[in-house]
């Protein structure tokens, strides 16, 4: 087929005729099978008068390169590079230039650029030329071969950007700009040290050169700013020396309403991104006011008349992708997110305050939202200084005339509820009736605004506990209903939704309901119309909440029918959402009745292991012109088997230049994480049974453990963990050598990995995980984790990189402020994550392999401890010591180490023992009980001032948990050193305080003590006999006592009704007759 015959056919191809366009289509692959096609797409593309044309041979051109270089020989090779540098300096099209350009990105793919010097020199030339037009066509070519191989070009970074230099002062041709920015962006994350400081010179002119694009072309402008997202991302240093000005620009974009949503969005993200990795130097440059000062009128702004906020439509479809709004109510998460609570709130507040008080409903709104957004990041200082002020602001917005200023306290009052925990349930008394009434008087018909009601009153039921139990009854009544309204799913959902949170609540309580609850539930799971999708993941979602709460017994016979709805629903449904939530009841099931799960184990993790590897919902967007993917079938390579078989990277590979960006769905992502958490949560819970998938299991999750997606890598980390605990159970069951070896194959990829990531990870979300699932590993598996040399040193220096925020999450490098500087919460919490393994590794080695580690680390804690730091890094301080301390007494040679430490520690903690702070007042009661426990006879010397410092605090604290702590730290100190302390006055007023009022889990140490005491000194028991049999009648079936403890105490109860009967029966019959009857059964049952 000659170029004249093969421009006819591309002609016909344009038509919008079908029929002749499938015609042309089977001629043309026709023609593709001769391999002459080449020099005749060279020809039409160079010499056909019809642009069109000349477009799609150069596309066609780039597809056969693309996928089949290798069939195309040398000379048609080296003429088609000719060709195209001919063709890109004759072309006067731009759509066409376009199409050479990208056609030359794939060839220097093939080629790489020193393979092609001509290319060079034609950039070289054109990007210098003195004629606009060439400059402008040369930037077009180099932002395309440098943006789909950067790595190629890095020999020539520094000309480029000397080049850019230059090229970003030519203000008058907004074009050039454009496509040197696009080369700039692309090549950011692989400069080096020594181009940095260049970069760093580019910013001021690249600041000058977006604003001039701002005014040329909104769309291209909105494109370029990605360059300051590159920049952060991957090199966050270049931009600090202008982060004022950097700052000062996106703040005229986002307060210029005249400019496009998308632009303004842009800027308003680049804000939150630098609050978030450089807080330190925003607020050191004095720009938080500033920012304020833009953000507030954005995020109060009125919609355009007769519009309203996204959030507000009847129909919220929660898609706010371009809505400056929201984006702006996102930099105010950042800071609480990112910044010391006390500095944000001295400047935030009055901005609220003003918004709060005013006449427009907007501004009141905004003032909301705010709060809201406040209470992730700032919990603990808004639960310790200003809870009821913020809670009374709310509520009364609740009856504020304007439904949108009552949307907004819905929302703020469930952020509230789940971030401010557990301060906000206390107040039940005024929000229960608030929020039950709202929900009754809000009309059914507006279901927008029935589910901001819901997840308002959600959240806060979800966390009351034992406190739910006056509301049950009008509660279930409500949802019961709604359940039977025939019409509205929407409300079944919500009411659905709402069980569940009740349930968590409940527990139990929720028994009497449970019947009716199960017949709805299966009703929804069994139907199989459409409209029940999201109505069926909410009942399956809700299905596992009952399992894990209603208890065994209830839950246990209606197990096996659950597995089986779960598999019938993926079999039947192909909807990521649901498939996540048969996931959760499938391991909720794991935990109550394992046995009913095994059977099904091989379909079970064949889905999981699916959703684990699929790559759906990742989705590709090509820029390829829809018509020629038709002659992208590969059915030109029949009968030449050579070449079909997939070449290295080849076919399969998509070439990045085509590519113009991947979205990701997050029904998918979800679908990911629940699947990691419910694999490790399934195979620990079934144990053998998992044996066979824990391999396949763990390759797959090993493999998203560097997932682009945070919850994914924090998923896949938490299953790591959760496989060699399963491990570690099955080699302790059945104590095999196979066992041990998988077991140490297992944790010699896994910690690695985890240390890793508490270094590298940029995301404190994902490394507070990975520190999480690494202490339970260690606690697990304790010395056998511990095994490999040098690992015990590598884990200690992990604890110590993130105490001494040397971690690439703790924003590192630049701008390092003093140590006990203030600093965000969520940066305190990692902390706290990493000094929670320094306990769990002192329990897992002899105390001596620990002790210079220990060493190393304590004064990191003790530093903590000062009283010029939060209450919080106190009672963290303090805790820890407590928790070590405690780890110590239980290993070999703890007495030892404890003794030499106790010198160091004792101050510390007898100022704690004096602290404002009732947390940290407990925690360092316990400390000292448990470096009672752990040196014993060594601190004899130290017990007649604790005694003393106890006996003072019992007189005046109020605290009732504090109270409980000290009779158990009296207790620890009597078992440890008997000698040391004078019973006749301690053990008196040590009994007065019994029975524990809120720690029940102390009462463990008092019976422990009680039992040691009446073997060393009975007469001194039975001295206080009265009091000891009170206190003990209160505990008997007690829920939250252990069964080891209760035994305990029954054995002690029984050997005095045996020794000293007459003593014993005089004390229980001054007992009240319900109380009497429960003791006398229990001494009298054998």
């Known amino acids: 087929m000659m170029s004249e015959e093969l421009e006819r056919v591309l002609v016909r191809l344009t038509e919008p005729d079908n029929a002749v366009i499938q015609q042309a289509t089977a001629e043309l692959k026709q023609a593709f099978k001769d391999p002459a096609i080449i020099p005749a797409l060279c020809a039409v593309m160079t010499g056909s008068q019809n642009p069109q044309v000349r477009q799609s041979a150069a596309v066609m051109l780039r597809m056969r390169v693309r996928k089949h270089w290798k069939k195309i020989s040398p000379d048609h090779r080296e003429s088609l590079k000719a060709v195209v540098l001919q063709a890109l300096q004759q072309e006067t099209e731009h759509t066409v230039r376009h199409s050479l350009s990208q056609l030359s990105a794939v060839l220097v793919k093939h080629e790489t650029p020193d393979r092609w010097p001509a290319l060079l020199t034609l950039l070289n030339q054109s990007t210098k030329s003195d004629n606009p037009q060439d400059r402008q066509v040369g930037l077009l070519l180099l932002s395309k071969v440098v943006g789909s191989n950067p790595e190629p070009f890095k020999p020539h970074y520094k000309e480029l950007l000397q080049l850019f230099g230059t090229v970003l002062q030519d203000l008058n041709n907004p074009t050039a700009l454009y496509y040197c920015i696009l080369t700039l962006t692309s090549i950011t994350t692989y400069t080096g040290t020594e181009e940095m400081n260049l970069v760093r010179s580019l910013i001021p002119k690249l600041l000058i050169a977006l604003k001039r694009l701002i005014q040329a072309d909104q769309d291209q402008a909105s494109e370029a700013m990605e360059v300051l997202d590159e920049l952060m991302e991957s090199e966050v240093s270049i931009i600090v020396p202008h982060i004022a000005e950097i700052v000062q620009f996106c703040l005229e974009i986002s307060a210029d309403v005249s400019l496009s949503d998308s632009l303004r969005v842009k800027a308003l993200s680049c804000i939150a991104v630098l609050i978030r990795l450089k807080n330190k130097t925003v607020l050191k440059h004095k720009l938080l006011q500033p920012i304020l000062q833009v953000v507030f009128p954005i995020l109060s702004a009125a919609p355009p008349p007769g519009e309203e906020d996204p959030e507000d439509e009847e129909d919220d479809t929660e898609d706010d992708s371009e809505n400056p709004k929201h984006f702006a109510v996102q930099v105010i998460d950042t800071m609480a997110l990112h910044m010391p609570p006390e500095k944000l709130f001295n400047q935030l507040m009055p901005f609220t305050q003003a918004c709060l008080s005013s006449e427009n409903p907007y501004e009141r709104k905004g003032g909301l939202m705010c709060m809201a957004v406040l209470a992730e990041g700032c919990a603990d200082h808004i639960r310790t200084k200003m809870l009821s002020s913020m809670l009374q602001t709310v509520c009364s917005s609740l009856s504020d005339n304007n439904q949108v200023v009552r949307s907004a306290a819905l929302f703020a009052l469930g952020q509230f509820s789940e971030h401010l925990q557990p301060d906000v349930s206390k107040f039940h008394a005024e929000l229960m009736p608030l929020l039950h009434g709202y929900l009754s008087a809000v009309n059914q018909t507006k279901i927008g605004h029935m589910t901001k009601a819901f997840y308002a009153l959600e959240n806060f039921l979800e966390n009351l506990g034992q406190e739910i139990e006056p509301y049950l009854p009008t509660l279930m009544e409500t949802m019961l209903s709604a359940l039977n309204n025939a019409e509205n799913f929407k409300l079944k959902e919500l009411a659905v939704s709402a069980i569940g949170a009740i349930a968590n609540a409940a527990k139990e309580m929720l028994l009497p309901y449970f019947p009716p609850i199960i017949e709805s539930l299966k009703g929804f799971l069994t139907d199989t119309r459409e409209e ?229 990870d940029r995301e404190r979300q994902v490394v507070m995980a990975v520190l999480e699932s690494m202490n339970a590993v260690i606690k697990s598996c304790q010395g056998e984790a511990l095994q490999a040399p040098g690992r015990l040193g590598e884990i200690s220096n992990a604890i110590k990189d993130v105490l001494k925020k040397k971690t690439v999450c703790q924003d590192v490098g630049g701008d390092e402020a003093d140590d006990d500087e203030q600093q965000a919460e969520y940066d305190a919490m990692l902390q706290e994550f990493a000094g929670e393994g320094i306990p769990v590794l002192a329990s897992a080695v002899p105390a001596e392999t620990f002790y210079p580690h220990l060493n190393d680390l304590l004064p990191l804690i003790m530093s903590k401890a000062k009283s010029s730091c939060t209450e919080a890094d106190r009672s963290f301080s303090v805790g820890t010591i407590g928790e070590t301390l405690h780890s110590l007494a239980g290993v070999a040679g703890g007495r030892a180490v404890a003794g030499r430490l106790s010198n160091r520690l004792l101050p510390l903690l007898v100022a704690g023992v004096r602290d404002s702070d009732a947390e940290v007042r407990n925690n360092s009661v316990y400390a000292l009980g448990a470096l009672a426990q752990a040196a014993g006879p060594i601190v004899a010397s130290d017990y007649p001032m604790m005694l003393s410092l106890f006996s003072n605090l019992l007189s005046k604290e109020s605290d009732l948990r504090v109270i409980d702590n000290l009779c158990a730290a009296l207790c620890r100190m009597i078992m440890s050193h008997v000698e040391g302390v004078p019973l006749e006055q301690v053990f008196p007023a040590l009994v007065a305080r019994l029975p524990l009022k809120e720690d029940m889990e102390e009462n463990k140490t008092i019976y422990s003590c009680l039992t040691f005491l009446y073997s060393h000194n009975p007469v001194l028991v039975v001295s206080q006999l009265g009091p000891i049999i009170s206190a003990a009648a209160h505990l008997l079936g007690m829920k939250d006592v252990d069964n080891e403890t209760q035994n305990s105490l029954l054995m002690l109860l029984r050997g005095l009704a045996q020794q000293h009967t007459q003593e014993f029966e005089s004390a229980v019959m001054s007992l009240p007759d319900e109380q009497r009857n429960k003791m006398t059964m229990a001494v009298t049952q054998s």
């Open 532 to 760: 029940m999708r999201a109505l069926q993941t909410q009942a399956l979602d809700t299905l596992s909440v009952l399992a894990r709460t209603v208890g065994k017994d209830a839950f246990s016979p209606l197990a096996a029918e659950c597995v089986q709805l779960g598999l019938n629903l993926t079999d039947a449904v192909d909807d990521p959402d649901l498939r996540r939530c048969t996931y959760s009841l499938f391991s909720a099931v794991s935990d109550m009745s394992p046995d009913c799960l095994t059977p099904h184990l091989t379909s079970i993790t064949t889905v999981m292991l699916l959703a684990l590897r699929s790559t759906e919902g990742v989705t590709t967007h090509l820029e390829e012109d829809k018509q020629f993917v038709l002659l992208d079938d590969d059915d030109d390579d029949e009968g030449e088997e050579g070449d079909a078989i997939l070449d290295e990277e080849e076919e399969s590979e998509i070439d990045e230049s085509d590519v113009a960006g991947f979205s990701v769905e997050n029904a998918y992502i979800d679908e990911k994480e629940d699947a990691c958490d419910a694999l490790g949560e399934i195979a620990f819970n079934t144990g053998v049974a998992f044996q066979p998938f824990l391999e396949s299991s763990f390759q797959q999750v090993f493999e998203l453990s560097d997932f682009p997606h945070e919850d994914v890598r924090r998923a896949a980390f938490g299953a790591m963990g959760q496989f060699c605990r399963a491990q570690h159970k099955v080699w302790k069951e059945n104590p095999t050598e196979a066992n041990h070896q998988a077991l140490h194959k297992l944790l010699q990829v896994v910690l690695p990995c985890f240390l890793e990531a508490v270094r590298q």
